[in-house]
Every structure is written in C-alpha cells, then in structure tokens.
C-alpha cells in the first residue's frame, strides 16, 4: 500500500459504531474509496459509502477491542499500490504490504494489526539506464529508462499516466532509490522509477486488440483443445479438490508469460508457502531463471481479514496492468474468485444492501466484468505490445455450476474449464470435463498452431474431439449391454479413446517430466494414436478380430510418453512397432 | 469499570444494552442476574449509545434490571503446559476437581493469522497404522484433515484409532520421541460419545498428555462457537511455544455450524445457503487455518476435524464449506459400514492433499505415489463395472472386467477392513497392495514405474485369497 499517502492525513473523524469488518464514523468528510486509518491503532481501511454525516468504513484489518469515540483519519486519497521496481520476486497481502516486511516488522509468525509498509522498497538502490537523452520529446506512458529487476526481468521505468509530457531536460544514469528524480521535463514533472495507481481504476491503455497467440500452458488438455489467448479470459470452476490451484499453479509455472501476478484470494495459507518454497528452486522453461523472477504474489488467505480479501484482486490486476504497459505479456491467477465475490457479499449484508440472487449484491455480475475486462491484448501508446490474460478459479458450493458467481463469469470469460468430481475421484487429472469445456479462441489460434508446430494441427485436434464425442455416445449403449455386445468398429473406437484419455489428457503434474508437456509433445501424441486407430482400422478391415488388435504389446506404451523425457524417439518406436504388431497379422 | 442497568431487548441469544462510554467491539461482558449468577458474553456490534450482546450461556432469567459490566478487553485463554491432564468444560474452567490453574500467559482466542512466509509446508509423514490413510489418503503433520461422516457411523472409532496409532516412523527409529500432545474439543456430543473419548484416553493413558475440552448437547449451544478457538489456543501455546506435536480432535463441527446458524437467525441477518451465515466460510477458515507448522519452530497442530453430514449429503454447507478450506477429507461411508468393513472409508472421495510431498523415497517408500495412484484407479473401474454386473451379469463381462471386479471386492476385504485394532506399517501397507495389484495383468499398470514393477509385481498366482478366484 502507499506509504506516502500516510503522512497526509488532512480530515479527522470519530468512529460511531463497530461491527466486524464495517465500521462507521461521524464527522469525516471524506471522499468515497479513499483510504482511512481507524481507532487508536490506526487501523487501514476504505470508505464504502457516505451518507449524511455518516460514513461506512471497511477495514482491512481485525476490529477486535475498537470502540466508538476512537478517532478516524483520512488520508485524502483512494486505495493505491507502489508501482516500481521490486514487486517481483514479492509476496504481498491483500493491500500490498510486503509479508517479509511485516515479518521482520512484527518480529512475530502471526500476523498482527496496525502495521504499514511501503509496496516497494523505498530505500534500495536501482541501477537506472536512461533510455531518452535531453531534448526528446515523451508523453505519458512513454518509456525513459530501464532497471534491472531481476535476473529475467527488465524492469520499464515510464512517465506516469497522469504526467502532461514535454521535453527532457535532464536524463541520470547511475544507482537510485525509488523516489530519487531520474528524468525532468521542461514543463517541471519529474520523473522517478515510483508511481501509484488507484487498484479500483484501470490504468489508461492503449487499443484493445483481437488476440492471437495463444498462452501456451505446457498442459496438454488445454493447449490442445481448449487454448486461451495471450490477452484472453478463462474460468476455471470446480468443487472442492478437483484440481483448481494444481491447474493454477501449473500455469503459474509453465504458461510463457513474461510476468505472473498470482492472487491467493481466500484460500489456503499452505498453498501460498507451497509456492514461496517451490518457485525459487524451478526454472522458467521459456528463460531458465528460476521462476520467482517473474513472479508476484498476492496472499490474502482465508483467515486474514475479510475486506483485504476484497481488495486483493484489484491490487493484482493494477500490478499486472503496470507490467502490460512495459511490453510484457502478463498472466494473472485468482485463486478463487468466489472467495472475493463472498467478500462483496459479506460486506454489503453488514450495509444492509438490498440482497440479490442468493444473497450476493445486485451488483456482482457488474464487478466481475469490470475486473475481466481489465484483461486484454493491447497496443500500448508507447508503441510496444503487452497483454493481461486472465484466470479465475470459481468454487460453487456444493459444486454447483447454476449459482451466481460461475453463472456471471461464464457471461464474461471466453475461455471454460470445467472441473469435475467424478473424474476427480477416480485420479483423473487434471480433472477437466471434456464435454463441457470450451475454448472461443480456438480458431483464432489456429493460424499460431498451424505456424509454430504442424500444418494439420486443427484437423487433428477434431479427430480427437470427434473421438471424444463418439466415445461418450457409446458409453451410455456399454452402460446397458456391455462393450462386447458392440460391434467389432466400435469396440475399437472406445479402445481408441481410452487412450486419448488415459495417455493424452491424463497429465501428471507431480512428475518431474510429465508436469510440462511443449505444443510439440503435446502433437506427437495425438498423431502416435491416431496412428494406432488408422493401422487398427486398417487390420480390421482386413479382417483380424478386433481382440487380437485390442491386445497388441505396443499399444499399452502410449500410456509411458507423458512421463519419457526424450520421447521423439520413443514415439516413432512405438509406431513402427504399432504398425509392424498389426500389419503382420494380416500381410 | 461501569456498570450498567439499561439492558433494552432481549432476543434468543442476543441482550441490547444502553451505553453512555465507548464500549470495544468484541470486548467479554459479564451480566448479573437477580439471583446473583453470572452469565458471559461478548460484544457483537458497539455503536455510541448502545452495544449488542451475545451471550454464551442462555438467556433465561435476563431482564431489564440484571447489571451488565464490560470488562474492557476480549476473550482470553489462560494457558500453561499444566493444563495437560485436565478437563475443562466448554468455556475453558476445569470440571474435573483439580487443582486451580495457574496460568503462564492469558491469549486472545481470536488467534492472528500465520502469516504465509512464516509458515513451513508440511511433510513429516505420519503413520496412523491405517492403510486407507496411510497408503491412499496420507496424513501429514501439520494437516488439516476432517472425518466427513454420518450419523451413527463410527467416526469417533476412527478419530480413536488414529489418536492411538499415530506415530512418526522416522523419530521412532532414531529415538527422538518428540513431544506428543492432545487437544480434545467436544461441540454438542452426548455424554455417552464423551464417555466412549475419556473412557479411551483413560485406558490408553493419553489422558495424561491431552487437553479435554467438552461442551455437551445439553449445555448452551452458543458456548459452542468459543470452545473451539479456546482450544485451538492452547493447541497454539503447547505447539509453537512449548513445542509439541499437537493432535487436535474437533467434533462436532456440525455442531458447532448450528450454533452459528442459531446466532445468525437470532440476529436477524440475511441468511447464505440453507439458512447458515454467509460469513460461515470465513468463521470456519478461522478454525481450520490455524493448523501448521512454522519455520525455525519444533511443534506442530495437526487438525482432525469430525462432522456428521446430514443426510449424507457432501454438497450440504457444512462438509463443502468444510472440504474447500481444508487440507483433504477422509470420508467414512454408510455402505461400507453396513458391509462390516472396518474402519469404512470410502477411499474414491476422500483426499489428502498434503499426501504427495509426504511420500516417497526417503518418508514412505520410493513405490508408494505410483502404487496408490493404480489402486484408486484400480477400484474406481472395478467400482464402475459393479453397476453393469448387476445389469448384464458377470459372463457377460470380459476376463479383463472380471479381474478388476475381483480387486474391488479384495480392495474393500483384505485393504480397508482391518479393524480397529491393527496397526500396520506403511511396508504393510504396500505389500498388501502389490499382492492385490499382482491380481490384474502387468501390461494394466500403466502408472506404476517398470523398475516399481519388475520388483514388486508377483508373478505367481500363488497367495491368492480364495475370494480372488472368480468364476
Ligand atoms: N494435474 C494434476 N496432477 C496430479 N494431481 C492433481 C492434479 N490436479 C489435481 N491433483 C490432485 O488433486 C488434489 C486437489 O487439487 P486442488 O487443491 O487443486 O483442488 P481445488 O479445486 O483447488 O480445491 P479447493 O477448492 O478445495 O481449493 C491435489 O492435492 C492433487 O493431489
Ligand atoms: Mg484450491
């Protein structure tokens, strides 16, 4: 959170009444959304509504022991993060407050109320390369230097949205902190490597474009039916334990994003370790950096305070749209989006709003919007190229995609995973429902796919969906009479499709090999069965019995390719050996 | 300290009272009735002039001219390594004629949240000698990890065995037993569950290394929502001050989930899903999260949570609310119990999220994540072909069908049903299950490493039990 805003307190209140996360104070004025402390603790929170003289509060910190009659700051300005270098390779709250800093602050494992810490660091150094030279003319936006953020990661110092532009008349080189002037204009602005953006506005941006390359997720079910663009939106419902931050995380790990910005909203404080203890030690596949040079991360678990975890989401996708200006394609993990929508509804239930559908604000449907339609592929005004893709994990209670939240992100995203407890169950993973799921980008991919991997690309892709469908169609004849009581063809097609499940969307995202799987591998194995069901169908009409077909020695290694490192040569071992297997039964 | 006698509104569990000085949200409140006896409470919303008050014990016999004090500060916990031995009821005072308790420090019983760069990720393996658990559904330290079972089920066998049987092989072995403690919190149970836990505890000797907190049916309901929180707190305070390895047993969370409902109604708020409060994912979250481990910290809580379903219904708030903060679920099922096999757990829906860092070469054996990931695989299409069995009948089925029938009825007989008292080594464990998957053809263990294989799976058809021999 904005350090610099603390000090400008300007308008003092005192709180009137206490109720959880709602408080509300007299004598404030205030605008709304702008940033208050609260009580003799100073507790950190926002104003949610004004009313008369009196104003609503939500706080983003535990209101145990706070009374009436304790006063009420305003800061003057509405909730913001630190935008600069340094917020890679972080770890934030809700309201971006570093945890590490709070750790040593504290000097305590728990985490305790009425301490602030600045976004970034405001007094390390940067080594900051100008990039314009006096004389040049930069308009917001415009990039005027470079820091090295990380070791993968240069960071784009630019003149703030805001700034009017005009000539430099001054451009440093050499190491500075944050708030230190790099470049001066003629008009006055200085530019430092530190701005602030309001979370709840999206920051200017240049033309929203149709994307088309495709976010490539190394996961073979996604990247080969049911890809997202880079810039694009995808949902990611399921109940609980079927597999949404394992997928989460798996993209958050191997997607070819420039940066990730991961948002733990109301979920699992382990799961957010998980990630501190892993990232560091895996490298970026697409940079070999270790991972954590390209990541930020936002950790509002499921006990820290309710209305942080409102904000969460927003301090997120402010950071991820930072980055977009710089050039870079960003992906942002929200895990889980319906723990934030729970958040709107706690807080408006406590206002006693007018409940919606289920209890949630009639204005649900319109946040999630907004918050999707920050993402997006985009022609930046300083003439790079950048992108946001989206990813929202959804948790519908009882696993029911009818309710609010999955129902009003499905109107928005294009992009559908659908979870499923059945396969869930039976350790199909990931556990993504084929017949549900759906992907609108795919034909806009398609020219990506025929380019970067095969020409035939989208046509295979259809065998596989086309097999899919068959198999389901047979499945419920199997369910009444049994799969022998089916024609020779058909047996062999559910043969066939059990291998595209079994080999092909099964991926195995604990297994050192398998956990990646590049567009290439992920082709390699569709055309391997699809090689099995042509030499198959080819011995059939031949005439061999479809057992002896079924029972091949080769077949069953389809299911070894995930997990073979080398695998070309592996593949083209087992085609030969597929094709030798059945054309000697019948040549 | 001011005392009032302007109580307003009395409403359920809920006393309204008129205030002239600032009174802290959720700050303790002693009310006083005419006869002397003296009721707690909590503030639930404090505004200028006046404050809502949930009281713990019931209401009866407030009125309006009871005195209400507020004793200016929140709900305290008084803990020190001498409550181990004792029992307390469900507001934390001892029930069982000891001596008084001394306390080393008071706590707030909201506990602070740990914060995630401070936490340790959990993989210490823990051995319940139970091979539903252990081999498929392992239990780490530090776990949270619930029993979703029904009414009249054995659950509570279950959540005694574990209590029993836990132990970390590894420290076994090289002799540095740790320091092991239990934090038992009962919510609602009858006397006679609460029997069968002390009786237990009696008998092993655990009580003497356990912390027994009871709220029974027949005390107030509200009292439910702080007997947990009083427990976790000294489950805190012996874990990561004193440093032992804390088991927590909870139940009934279904309970204590009634009691929130009761609260809410009685408030008037606007009801979430069948009627429990929209906040009961967050209340709950701040129950279950306070299970963990913490860097450069020895002890640790691991949480087992017991809830009955009702109905038997998952998708019931309680279990999902449940399922989506914890770390996993074991689920004891109806069907099961009723076959005779015990403990009954339904394998296919529970979890242990925590299983694959805890496993492997090193903690278990190098074996275990391929051969559980072929035995859930194994039992879910021999689960599957149950149906069409009953439908077409055996002949009708292949010999591949046929054999994967045979290791379900093996899996359910010879696995999971081994009662409550054995207690098996995680090498148990896994022998069993390469006997069982020798069953079924080598070229059908597509998930089980080749070399796991060349080593483990028998050839022979010689130790088969006699129900294996199908046709
Ligand atoms: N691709 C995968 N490969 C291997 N295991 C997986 C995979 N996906 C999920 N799992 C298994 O499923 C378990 C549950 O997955 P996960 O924690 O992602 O569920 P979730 O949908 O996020 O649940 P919740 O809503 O409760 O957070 C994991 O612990 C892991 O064991
Ligand atoms: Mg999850």
């Known amino acids: 959170m904005s350090q610099a805003t603390h000090s400008d307190v300007r308008e003092d209140g005192v709180i009137e009444s206490v109720s959880g996360p709602v408080v509300t104070a007299t004598g404030l004025s205030a605008r709304m959304n702008d940033v208050v402390y609260v009580g003799s603790e100073g507790l950190m929170g926002e104003i949610i509504e004004i009313e008369g003289d009196l104003t609503t509060i939500q706080v983003y910190e535990e209101t145990s022991d706070v009374a009436p009659g304790e006063p009420v700051e305003s800061t003057g300005a509405p909730l913001s993060v630190d935008l600069g270098p340094g917020i890679l390779d972080n770890i934030y709250d809700g309201v971006q407050r570093p945890l590490e800093g709070l750790e040593e602050k504290m000097d305590s494992a728990f985490l305790d109320r009425g301490v602030d810490a600045p976004g970034i660091d405001i007094e390390k150094t940067w080594e900051f390369t100008p990039t314009v030279e006096d004389g040049d003319e930069v308009a917001a936006g415009d990039i005027v230097g470079t820091v090295p953020e990380t070791e993968s990661i240069e960071h784009k110092v630019m003149v703030p949205p805001d700034y009017d532009g005009g000539e430099v008349v001054d451009a440093k080189k050499g190491n500075f902190t944050v708030d230190e002037t790099v470049v001066e204009l003629d008009n006055g602005e200085e530019i430092t490597m530190h701005q602030e953006w309001p979370v709840r506005q999206a920051r200017p941006a240049g033309d929203k474009e149709t994307p088309t390359d495709p976010l490539v997720t190394g996961q073979r079910i996604l990247d080969g039916l049911f890809p997202v663009a880079k810039g694009g939106t995808a949902a990611i419902p399921g109940p609980f334990g079927s597999g949404k931050t394992v997928t989460q995380h798996q993209l958050a790990k191997w997607a070819d994003a420039d940066i990730v910005v991961y948002v733990g909203c109301g979920e699992r404080g382990n799961e957010m370790t998980e990630v501190i203890e892993d990232f560091p030690e895996l490298d970026d596949p697409k940079t070999g950096k270790p991972l954590m040079s390209r990541t930020s991360l936002i950790a509002n678990t499921s006990n820290m305070p309710v209305a942080a975890r409102e904000s969460s989401v927003y301090t997120g ?152 469908d068959e198999e389901s169609e047979l499945q419920e004849i199997v369910q009444l009479v049994g799969q022998d009581a089916l024609p020779a063809d058909q047996q062999l097609t559910l043969e066939v499709a059990r291998y595209i499940r079994e080999a092909y969307l099964q991926q195995n995202a604990l297994h050192d090999v398998d956990t990646y799987c590049e567009p290439a591998k992920t082709y390699r194995m569709m055309e391997a069965i699809k090689t099995l069901n042509d030499e198959a169908f080819d011995a059939l009409d031949a005439g061999v019995p479809v057992d002896e077909i079924t029972d091949i020695d080769a077949a069953p290694r389809l299911n070894r390719i995930g997990t073979t490192e080398g695998y070309e040569a592996f593949i083209e071992e087992i085609e030969a050996d597929i094709a030798e297997e059945l054309r000697g039964m019948y040549q | 300290m001011k005392e009032y006698q302007t109580i307003t509104e009395v409403s359920g569990p809920l006393v309204f009272v008129e205030t002239d000085e600032p009174v802290g949200y959720d700050e303790i409140v002693e009310i006083e009735t005419g006869d002397g006896e003296i009721r707690r409470g909590q503030v639930l919303e404090s505004t200028s002039d006046h404050v809502a008050i949930q009281v713990f014990e019931s209401t009866q016999g407030i009125d309006r001219e009871c005195s209400v004090r507020f004793l200016g500060e929140t709900m305290k916990m008084p803990v020190t390594e001498d409550l181990l031995g004792r029992v307390l009821d469900g507001t934390g005072q001892p029930i069982d004629d000891g001596p008084d308790i001394v306390p080393d420090e008071r706590q707030d019983i909201v506990g602070k949240a740990i914060n995630p760069v401070s936490r340790e990720y959990p993989r210490e393996f823990i051995q319940t000698g139970i091979s539903a658990i252990d081999g498929m559904n392992t239990l780490v330290r530090g776990q949270k990890l619930p029993l979703f079972s029904g009414s009249g089920l054995p659950h509570n066998e279950l959540a005694l065995q574990i209590a029993r049987q836990a132990e970390v092989p590894e420290e076994e072995e090289e002799g540095e037993e740790s320091e092991f403690a239990v934090v038992f919190a009962a919510m609602g149970i009858t006397a006679e569950e609460a029997n069968e836990f002390m009786d237990d505890f009696e008998r092993t000797g655990a009580l003497e290394r356990s912390v027994v907190f009871m709220n029974l049916a027949d005390d107030p309901a509200v009292e439910r929502t702080i007997t947990p929180r009083l427990a976790l707190t000294t489950a805190e305070y012996l874990a990561f001050e004193k440093g032992y390895h804390v088991l927590t047993i909870m139940t009934n969370m279904t309970n204590y989930c009634e009691a929130l409902r009761e609260i809410g109604a009685a408030r008037e708020e606007v009801p979430g899903r069948r009627g429990y409060p929209g906040y009961m994912y967050t209340d709950l979250a701040g129950l279950y999260e306070r299970a963990g481990r913490i860097e450069g910290v020895e002890g640790s809580i691991t949480q087992i949570p017991i809830l009955t379903m009702p109905s038997d219904d998952d998708t019931h708030p309680i279990p999902d609310l449940t399922g989506y903060i914890t770390e996993g679920q ?54 599957d072909l149950r149906d069409l069995v009953n439908i077409v009948g ?78």
């Open chain 1, 317 to 468: 996708i402010t950071i991820a749209e930072y980055y977009r200006d710089m050039g870079y394609d960003v992906a942002l993990m929200a895990d889980s989006t319906s723990r934030w929508a729970e958040a709107l509804r706690e807080i408006s239930s406590r206002l006693e709003e007018m409940p919606g559908e289920e209890g949630y604000p009639a204005y649900l449907g319109a946040r999630l919007s907004e918050f999707y339609e920050r993402a997006g592929y985009y022609q930046n005004s300083n003439g790079t190229e950048g992108s946001v893709t989206v990813v929202g994990a959804v948790s519908p209670p009882g696993g029911d995609f009818s309710e609010p939240v999955t129902q009003n992100t499905l109107r928005i995203v294009k992009t559908f995973w659908a979870l499923d407890a059945d396969l869930a169950e039976r350790r199909h993973f990931p556990a993504i429902n084929w017949d549900e799921s759906y992907s609108l980008y795919r034909d806009q991919l398609d020219p990506w796919f025929t380019d970067a991997v095969a020409d035939d690309w989208p046509e295979i892709r259809q065998w596989v969906i086309d097999t899919l």
């Open chain 2, 330 to 383: 074991i689920y004891v099922n109806r069907d099961l119990n009723s076959q005779g096999v015990r403990p009954p757990i339904n394998v296919l829906p529970s979890l242990s999220r925590l299983m694959d860092e805890g496993i492997g070469e090193g903690l278990t054996r190098e074996d275990h994540g391929d051969v559980s990931d072929q035995m859930f695989a194994a039992y879910a299409e021999g689960e």
């Open chain 2, 394 to 471: 055996r002949e009708a089925l292949s010999e591949r069908d046929n054999k994967y029938l045979d290791f379900a009825d093996r899996f359910e007989s010879e696995f999971v049903d081994q009662g409550y008292n054995t207690d098996r080594t995680i090498d148990q464990t896994l022998d069993i299950a390469w006997d069982l998957l020798s069953d079924l053809p080598k070229e059908e263990l597509n998930r089980i490493g080749e070399e796991y294989i060349e080593e483990n799976y028998g050839d022979e058809e010689t130790e088969t039990s006699p129900e294996a021999t199908a046709d």
